[in-house]
């Protein structure tokens, strides 16, 4: 059962940065998403990063956000910069195993297992 553990979320003003940090029990062959839920909405993908480094952005984030991956640390980062109050979330890592090496894509049901969340709200 893998298991993945987010932080880094808190309080910013807009126009902050943020680094949201995944860390997995094991990270090689897993495909690694953030998803994001807003309060009366649904969940959405924000972007995802392939076992073997392919990075795919939501477009309302691109430009603005940065997933990386650091395999050796079983981390997967979400750098967050220009941040907007649209971009208040709870913001979810989860895991594929069955993606391929060269290409991700944030769809919630090709994702097998989810941490528990960690709160990013942008206010003034």
């Known amino acids: 059962q893998l298991q993945l553990v987010e932080s880094g979320g808190g309080l910013v003003q807009p126009g902050g940065s943020l680094r949201l940090s995944c860390v997995a029990s094991?990270?090689?062959?897993?495909?690694i998403a953030w998803f994001r839920q807003a309060p009366g909405k649904e969940r959405e993908g924000v972007s995802c990063v392939s076992s073997g480094g392919a990075r795919d952005y939501a477009d309302s984030v691109k430009g603005r956000f940065t997933i990386s991956r650091d395999d050796a640390k079983n981390t997967v980062y979400l750098h967050m910069a220009s941040l907007k109050p649209e971009d208040t979330a709870v913001y979810y890592c989860a895991a594929s195993f069955t993606q391929t090496r060269t290409m991700c894509v944030s769809r919630q049901d090709m994702y097998d297992y989810w941490g528990q969340g960690t709160q990013v709200t942008v206010s003034s």
């Open positions: 094991r990270l090689d062959y897993y495909a």
